[in-house]
């Protein structure tokens, strides 16, 4: 009985040490990692604020090795490697947190539209489009429609576009009306049926019907099955309503009076459109009209062009108008035309790609409605 109380006597305090003793062993030993796995992770953080994304790779890599389970970290590096082109390397470790059971439903929404995105970056659209339909009605709806909308102008997709942009609209997420005219358009050019063509073309208009490019492919294709009479309705509409797109439509107009005998009137509003904006495109079509009602005022134009704005365009215009010696014209006119002919660009204003021709989808950015109706030279 002694010996009993004895042991519970002296157990006791000592069982109370070593549990002390543990629990203190324990304690220490997670202050070291919980000490480590920040510097690893501040380390890497330091690296990437300083451009060195090979070195942050390297610490945040050593961060989850030492803690598996912290899903910041995965996100982390899984966008590092996005960004270096690492393509497999980031669907990897996106793939890895969709493959836990463990982390919440947020992180596993998240994970699933990096790894999308992962996709979109490597170009593997098809990939990329199965990877964010399962987002719709999530929290990250919005931004996986935006992605889809990306995909689908990439690929040309654009009835696919059209959906998705309407889809935009109604959730409120921006205003896409104009882009959405610009899918029509697209749609209708690649149209067999003019009838199809002309009814999608319609319904860019009621779209958007202050954008220039729904009235210009529907005068063009009215123009095209000679239905003059109702392509000049179209652009004389367009330039009452949006009078910037007067140097888009000058030279349509030009052509397709004289057709419909509307000399007077057309000639009335290019001249009203030159004297608010001095556009040359608008110059070459008054010209155009002129000559043919029998109005020899072209180089008098020109030259009262030149005598306010510097144009070395109008000078060869003029030029060519001139009385040259004959042997000495051609020469002389050719080599302006060469100097002349980088001003004549259009250039976008969201990235500078130059064109010679009017774009209403960029080549070079892919951004909508940023090329300026006008010439460089005239920018």
Known sequence: MDLEINLIFFGLPLAFALGWLASRFDLRQLRMENRSNPKAYFKGLNHLLNEQQDQAIDAFIEAVQR????????????NLFRRRGEFERAVRVHQH???????SQSDRERAQYDLAMDFVKAGILDRAEAALRPLMGTPLAPQALL???SIYERSRDWQ??????LQL?????????VRRSHYLCELAATQADSQQAQTLLE?????????????IAMASLLEQHQRHAKACDHLQELAHLVPNAMPLIAASLARLAPLVQRHIGVLTLLQDSYHQSQSLDVLYAIVSLQTDLGQEHGRKLYASHLDKHPSLIAATRLLA????DPAQQPQVQRALEHAAKPLRRYRCAACGFEALQHFWHCPGCQAWDSYPPRR????
Request: hydrophobic fraction near 45%; proline fraction near 5%.
């Open 67 to 78: 803690d598996p389970d912290t899903s910041e970290l995965h996100f982390a590096l899984g």
């Open 97 to 103: 947190l969709l493959d836990r059971g463990d982390i």
């Open 147 to 149: 992605a889809l909308l």
């Open 160 to 165: 696919q576009a059209a959906d998705i942009s």
């Open 169 to 177: 609209d109604q959730s409120g997420q921006g205003q896409f009306a």
């Open 203 to 215: 319904q860019a208009i009621e779209t958007a019907p202050l954008s220039a490019r729904p009235r």
């Open 321 to 324: 108008d001139a009385a040259l």
């Open 376 to 379: 460089i030279e005239e920018l």
